[in-house]
Structures are given as C-alpha cells and as structure tokens.
C-alpha cells in the first residue's frame, strides 16, 4: 500500500535522511523509533506529503504521493501530529466533524460518524464540551477522533493512518488505550505508522519495527527480528537488556 523507496532529504548543507526504504501494508502497524535528530519526524512530513524528498519515491497504492488531488488524498490518508494548536472554542463534536470535510455529504452524516469517532477513542463525554476546557491528554484524543473520522470508512481503497507520538500528553492508562485503538483500526483496512518513543509501547501493538539514527535505517523488519539488545544499543547507545512480557 504504502511503498517507500531509497527515499532522501537534504536541506542547505545538512543531509537529514539517505536512502531510507519501507512498505506498510493494510492491517499491520508501522513504527518508527530512534533518538532524537534521527530524522524520524522529517520521514513523517515526507509520508504526510507536507515536504519533497530531494531523491527516492513514495508511493500511495502504486501513485506518486503528489500525483493525489488534496481531496483524494485527504480521503485515503490522516495524519495526527504531535501538537496541534486551535485557538477557538468550537465544541468536541464540531471539531471531530471537521475530518469530514474531504466529503459532499450531509451534516447529519458527518455529526454521526464524529460521535461514532468519539465513542470509540473514549471522548464521547466531551461532545457538547468547548475544545479549550479540555486537558492535554482529553484534546489529543479529540484529535485523534477526528483523524480517524476522515478515515472512517474505506474509499475504494485501503486507508493510511500516520500518528506522531499519538501517547504524548496521556497518562499511563489511555497510552495503552491509544495505541489499543490504533491497533483495532489497522484491522479496518487501515495500515498504520506511528513515532513512538517508548519501545515497550511499540513491542505492545507493532508489526513492523523501523529503527532509524542520524537520517539511515539501522534495522527494519518484524518486531521480533529487530527488537534485539544489539539493536537498541546501536541505535540509541545504550545497553538494555529485552525480557519477554510472562503474559
């Protein structure tokens, strides 16, 4: 679904990623873990289609990422960033409706499927709220409640979800929920890439594990392929030791 090839970005004099490759497919989840400066963040905008590589392709389904019409795309791939910044206080419904947009259908349509959104990332109490009365963690997943309302229901083709640190700003309870829902979604004709720092987090819900220091990929593959000592020291210098969870 998602093919990464040989993908590089330069910027003035500094190379920020080289020769980076990766495939995610329907069903699976993706994630991206290195230290910071490791061009985890700069992949993502690359995948969002908010920046141009200066080499290598991205393709969505077999099209060059910027072949897609702003509409089309919007239809078939969301993105939650880290922080996002909303200065009015519109109500949690209103906000979660807008993932709609990219659709011509009726308000009654959008209104239920931003419920439906809610409902499921667990924010549903929050409905008639006004945006700013919320926490942190309570506005992230509004927000993730929206990036899945304008992916809800499949477009002709399998969708894309891209999560940048989506547990930031969440306790330890709805990190785990977050992810859980992340989880679920990719089984709804959904692949997902996620950046996740915590790498116990990231054993819990990934399929793929993409290891990345200064802008090269270290190692890349099925989570039990890659989530090894050797590998975590070498990409973040530090030596772990890796147990198997008892249950």
Do not use: C
Request: charged residues 20%; aromatic residues 4%; hydrophobic residues 45%.
């Amino acid at each position: 679904m998602l093919k990464i090839t040989d993908i590089s970005l330069r910027m003035g004099h500094r190379q920020i990623l080289q020769a980076v490759s990766l495939h995610a497919r329907p069903g699976g989840v993706t994630v991206l873990a290195g230290p910071n400066g490791a061009g985890k963040s700069s992949l993502f905008k690359l995948i969002a289609g908010e920046r141009k590589a200066s080499a290598g392709s991205i393709e969505l389904h077999g099209k060059p990422l910027h072949d897609y019409r702003p509409r089309e795309l919007a239809r078939l791939r969301a993105v939650l960033p880290q922080h996002t910044s909303l200065h009015f206080a519109y109500p949690v419904a209103e906000i979660v409706a807008m993932g709609r947009l990219p659709y011509r259908e009726p308000a009654a349509r959008s209104r239920k499927i931003a419920l439906e959104a809610l409902e499921l990332t667990g924010a549903a109490q929050f409905a008639h709220t006004g945006y700013l009365r919320l926490s942190g963690g309570e506005q992230q997943r509004v927000q993730l409640a929206r990036v899945l309302a304008q992916i809800w229901e499949p477009a002709g083709a399998p969708r894309l979800l891209l999560l940048d640190e989506p547990t930031a700003s969440q306790d330890l309870a709805h990190q785990y929920e977050v992810l859980s829902i992340a989880r679920r979604f990719a089984s709804r004709e959904t692949a997902v890439v996620a950046i996740l720092h915590d790498l116990n987090l990231a054993a819990q819900v990934a399929d793929q594990l993409v290891f990345l220091k200064a802008g090269q990929v270290v190692a890349a593959g099925a989570m039990d392929d890659t989530l090894r000592p050797k590998t975590v020291q070498e990409t973040f210098g530090l030596a772990v030791r890796i147990l198997p969870h008892p249950d």
